[in-house]
Each structure stands twice: as C-alpha cells, then as structure tokens.
C-alpha cells in the first residue's frame, strides 16, 4: 500500500510514521505540509491512501476532500485531528475514516491491516 502523509506540522506524527515504517506492506511514498504540496504530489501519480491532516493549510477541507475524489477516485482519504468535533465534518465532507489524535493508535493500525 502506498501511503502519502498531508501533515501541516511536519513532525507532529512520529508515532504513526514509526506505525508506517514497521510495517513492510506499507510503503510512504511522500509526505507534504501544504495543499498546493498535495496537488503537486497526486497529479504525478495517485496513491493508495491519504493520511489527511484536517487542517492542512492552503484551502478548506472539504476542497481538499472534493479534490482528491475527483482526482484519484479510488484514492481512500483517513483524516487526522486533534478534536473529536471533527469527525462529523469530515465525515460529511466524505473521507473514509476518521482518526483522532487522543485514539488509541491500535485504531489506525486495525484499519490499516484491513485495507
């Protein structure tokens, strides 16, 4: 599977990334802080799955969330936030999986195994 990380705070996610890294089926290919980032980074090839930031910089979620459907439809989107509010937002918005910062990483780890 191939991963890119969208992470407005660069080295915020050390312990998913160390998650990523110990799994061999898993392969990050990029990891951007910025939407334009984003853009750049997808038109030169989709990839499996976007850790998404909810608050990347550069455009609104849900803009973010529209541009990758419409870009690379079998592109699954798994947003990241620090609040909990979120999640009805970023569900709504259509991503497929919402991920707090305060859940147990074990969360992450079981949707990742699944997919």
């Known amino acids: 599977m191939r991963i890119?990380?969208?992470?407005?705070?660069?080295?915020s996610w050390k312990a998913i990334q160390d998650l990523l890294k110990s799994d061999h089926t898993i392969k990050v290919v990029g990891?951007?802080?910025s939407f334009s980032a984003l853009v750049r980074h997808i038109e030169k090839g989709c990839v499996d799955?976007?850790?998404l930031d909810w608050t990347l910089p550069g455009v609104p979620p849900q803009v973010m969330?529209?541009?990758l459907d419409k870009t690379c439809p079998h592109?699954?989107?798994?947003v990241i936030a620090?609040?909990?509010?979120i999640a009805k937002a970023?569900?709504?918005a259509g991503v497929d999986v919402f991920y707090g910062r305060r859940d147990p990483i074990e969360?992450?780890?079981s949707y990742l195994m699944a997919t």
Do not use: I, K, Q, W
Request: aromatic fraction near 4%; avoid cysteine.
């Open 4 to 11: 890119l990380l969208a992470n407005g705070r660069p080295g």
């Open 31 to 33: 990891e951007v802080a």
């Open 49 to 51: 799955l976007v850790l």
């Open 65 to 67: 969330v529209d541009f």
């Open 75 to 78: 592109l699954r989107v798994l």
């Open 82 to 85: 620090d609040h909990p509010e």
């Open 90 to 92: 970023a569900n709504n």
């Open 107 to 109: 969360h992450l780890t």
